[in-house]
């Protein structure tokens, strides 16, 4: 989050940046403020997500977009989903909720 930001911004800032796509954040669905990370130099963090669902604002096609972050773009369905090597704990969690709609 940039110094001055809302959350809602930011969630418009970095799916752009992620994706190439320009998102409008509907509802927020939840807080997350208890996840823990070790970055490579040891450096020990907690993490606060604020996990948003979001519409897309253009029509753009999903491609080959690539940056550093993003390792692959795409529509999935749920059991493409839980076949994807790729996906964190913390994000696994995420879904589930998302898709048993319990927000």
């Known amino acids: 989050m940039d110094l001055g930001e809302s959350s809602a911004e930011t969630c ?31 450096d020990k963090v907690q993490t606060v997500v604020m996990l948003y669902e979001v519409i897309a604002k253009t029509d753009k096609a999903i491609t080959d977009y690539q940056n550093d972050e993003t390792l692959r773009l795409g529509y999935f369905s749920r059991e493409e989903i839980a076949e994807l090597s790729s996906i964190s704990d913390k994000h696994r969690l995420m879904l589930a909720e998302y898709f048993a709609d319990e927000f």
């Open 12 to 42: 418009r800032r970095e799916f752009y940046e992620e994706t190439g796509i320009t998102v409008e954040p509907l509802r927020l669905l939840n807080v997350y403020t208890n996840f823990e990370e070790t970055y490579p130099n040891g």
